[in-house]
């Protein structure tokens, strides 16, 4: 079964650091590119950054660059998302979402994960 | 990056249909036919719908259906379903691999 499982979210001091992780399995993780996407209380989902199949190259939101970390294993079939100086905006649900294929390519998010909770607050 | 632009809420009676609109700009939805919908039930993983605009992921039923038309793209639910009831998130491609998502839509079933 293709899954995609997110942990590391809980309750963070505003300026902390947090580390998300996502475990997938069920598909060979190397040949996809990655994404995580955010949901806010009470808004819509935002998507925050985007990383290439081998790790490269990584894309994210205008608003969060330089605070927010993408990277990958692929020995471990695990993707990670370092926040640094966190903000009270930045509570939200944390997906991880999987992207485009290697030999095939496309412009959308087909696996989701169920997400992580990570709340900014003193 | 603005995002693009849903109605809060929808609603209808089992068995009718409704329509989710999703409008966007000249660098999102007017720019790619890449707009993806996705059923979001709290608590669990958002579910794909439609992608590329009016493609089906195989195991959603034809129930679901998408279009567009200039910087506007849609979703209708026809036969309405109980189950139907949700959030609706629309999303586009924005170039250099940045994606935008909509404000969401929350259906309600009568």
Not at chain 1, 50 to 67: E, K, M
Not at chain 1, 80 to 103: I, P
Not at chain 2, 43 to 57: E, F, H, Q, T
Request: with cysteine; proline share 3%.
């Amino acid at each position: 079964e293709v899954q995609l499982v997110e942990s590391g979210g809980g309750l963070v001091q505003p300026g902390g650091s947090l580390k998300l992780s996502c475990a997938a399995s069920g598909f060979t993780f190397s040949n996809y590119e990655m994404n995580w996407v955010r949901q806010a209380p009470g808004k819509g989902l935002e998507w925050i950054s985007h990383i290439s199949a081998t790790g490269l190259t990584v894309f994210y939101v205008d608003s969060l660059r330089g605070r927010f970390t993408l990277s990958r294993d692929n020995d471990r079939n695990t993707l990670s998302l370092q926040l640094n100086n966190v903000r009270v905006e930045d509570t939200a649900v944390y997906y991880c979402a999987r992207g485009s294929a290697t030999f095939f390519y496309s412009y959308y998010m087909d696996v989701w994960g169920k997400g992580t909770t990570v709340t900014v607050s003193s | 990056q603005s995002a693009l632009t849903q109605p809060r809420s929808v609603s209808g009676s089992p068995g009718q249909s409704v329509t989710i609109s999703c409008t966007g700009t000249g660098s999102d939805v007017y720019a790619y036919n890449y707009v993806s919908w996705f059923q979001h039930h709290p608590g669990k993983a958002p579910r794909l719908l439609i992608y590329d605009v009016s493609k089906r992921p195989s195991g959603v039923p034809d129930r679901f259906s998408g279009s567009k038309s200039a910087y506007t793209a849609s979703l209708t639910i026809s036969g309405l379903q109980d189950d139907d009831e949700a959030d609706y998130h629309c999303c586009s491609y924005a170039g250099s691999d940045t994606w935008v998502f909509g404000g969401g839509t929350k259906l309600t079933v009568l």
